[in-house]
């Protein structure tokens, strides 16, 4: 990516429809009220031959206050200071507004590559706010429907020379990319690769997942070591599912802050459903999931369902206590936190739990650790070898049951995937065997393989009877026959 390109205007001019269009993807959330997106996103933009980092920000509001809308102007504002180049985009078919014109004068004193945008310009109803915005003093104003797709090569040739200029630069920051690493199809026993660190040209991906108010976005902002999510005392105010990069104790990460997940009951308005679905999508495509908890609320059934949805989409889970520094009997707690947690999340049972205080930054450290240690559990391969040696011995310690009176024999087992480990037992009457004794493998592999809390995947699968000598003393015994009577003179 050469240049960064924020873009900025009031709220409801369109820029998340622009921010889908130059992403080729439905990722900001789009809907006629004013105010949807509060929070910078970033995505990867496509224009021609063009490749540049784009930024969909807040609405432009009239307030400096420490309101939620004064907030979300200075996060804005924000953005306008660290892009390379501005897309100030007006709706040409309300045309110029007293606002409109005090963001210009801030434009011009905040960033030297400023493009004038009328939007919504489709059409002779926008030809009227297309020629007033020649009046806001930034330059020749571009035609555009974001909609519609109009005006995106004009856009194109503007940004052209810009791109040019940004190359160089570009360049000397590109990461290392294309690192080989070590396959892991054929090795020895014993001689196991190690997990691959995460390389910059793939950051590990981390979704924090909780409910509303429980603290995710401050806790992205204190990793971050700035204010780069929007937070506030008020619920709910995340709505996308922002993601943003980082290296974090030298690991290049992509955390993805999602919006808080209410009950299903609850969840009525239309936004709110977008809001939540687009968390569920970044927690389907994160690696390791983040379960972020009230220590004054933990635990309640919410908690429960966003837990059972990570060990469902089989990902790393790590669970994490936030606000602990209001918590006085700090001890009785943590052991209370634990009970109810080996109790009420067995399918997750050994997964890491930590403390964190989002506010003061305290329990970090335990956190980084807890996410490697996660990532690299979710990785592990266990040879076939070490896997048919261990299964002999669970079998002779507790025996299959033999439902119907149809003995269940397992004759082999093998792991064909990891992220999550996934293993497949080859074995007679695979639907007869109980859910039961499924738990006690996946429980045995858990304990004997140092894999706690990561999901594991076991398949039984039918092996049939396999006699490689059957068909082979059939021949056998046909050319006896056959040679008999040959001599017999038949």
Not at 139 to 147: F, N, V
Not at 184 to 204: N, S
Not at 210 to 215: I, K, S
Request: with cysteine; charged share 30%.
């Amino acid at each position: 990516m050469t240049f960064t390109l924020a873009i900025v205007g009031r709220p409801n001019v369109g820029k998340s429809t622009l921010f889908n269009r130059l992403v080729g993807k439905k990722l900001a959330l789009v809907d006629d009220q004013p105010g949807v997106t509060r929070d910078l996103r970033e995505g990867d933009a496509k224009l021609g031959h063009l490749r540049f980092t784009v930024i969909d920000s807040a609405g432009l509001e009239d307030a400096t206050d420490n309101s939620l809308q004064g907030r979300m102007r200075r996060l804005t504002e924000r953005a306008v200071e660290m892009a390379d180049v501005c897309l100030f985009l007006i709706d040409a078919r309300v045309g110029i507004t007293p606002t409109d014109q005090v963001f210009a004068d801030i434009l011009r004193k905040k960033n030297a590559n400023v493009i004038l945008g009328a939007n919504k310009s489709e059409g002779r109803a926008g030809e009227g706010g297309f020629l007033e915005a020649y009046s806001l003093g930034l330059g020749e104003p571009l035609r555009i429907s974001a909609e519609h797709g109009e005006g995106m090569d004009e856009l194109y040739h503007v940004l052209l020379p810009i791109s040019e200029q940004f190359e160089e630069r570009a360049a000397q920051d590109a990461p290392e990319v294309d690192v080989d690493i070590e396959e892991w199809d054929d090795f020895e026993e014993g001689d196991e690769p190690e997990v691959p660190m995460p390389t910059w040209d793939k950051p590990l991906q981390i979704a924090v997942v909780g409910r509303p108010n429980a603290g995710k976005s401050t806790l992205i902002n204190k990793i971050l070591g700035e204010e780069r999510l929007l937070t506030g005392p008020e619920a709910g105010i995340t709505r996308d599912a922002i993601s943003v990069k980082t290296e974090w104790d030298d690991v290049p990460m992509r955390i993805f802050d999602t919006a808080g997940m209410r009950k299903k009951a609850k969840v009525q308005e239309k936004l709110e459903k977008l809001s939540v679905s687009d968390g569920l999508r970044a927690a389907k495509f994160a690696e390791v999931l983040v379960v972020l908890l009230d220590v004054e609320i933990p635990f309640e059934q919410q908690d429960l369902r966003i837990a059972d949805l990570a060990e469902r989409e089989g990902r790393a889970v790590v669970v994490a206590v936030n606000k602990w520094d209001l918590e006085d009997e700090k001890q009785e707690k943590l052991k209370d936190l634990r009970e109810k947690f080996e109790r009420l999340l067995p399918q997750l049972r050994g997964a890491p739990m930590v403390t964190v205080s989002a506010k003061t930054g305290k329990g970090l450290d335990r956190l980084h650790n807890a996410i490697m240690r996660a990532y690299t559990i979710w990785n592990r391969r266990v040879s076939t070898s070490a896997l048919n040696r261990w299964l002999v011995g669970m079998l002779e310690q507790h025996p299959p049951p033999a439902p119907q009176g149809k003995r269940i024999k397992m004759r082999y087992m093998t792991q064909v995937k990891a992220r999550p480990p996934a293993f497949v037992v080859m074995t007679s009457h695979p639907d007869k065997v109980p859910e039961s004794y499924n738990r006690y493998l996946i429980n045995g592999l858990r304990d004997d393989f140092d894999m706690p809390g990561t999901p594991i995947r076991l398949f039984l699968r039918d092996q049939g009877e396999k006699n490689p000598y059957k068909n082979k003393k059939k021949k056998q015994t046909g050319r006896l026959a056959k040679h008999l009577k040959s001599n017999r003179g038949e």
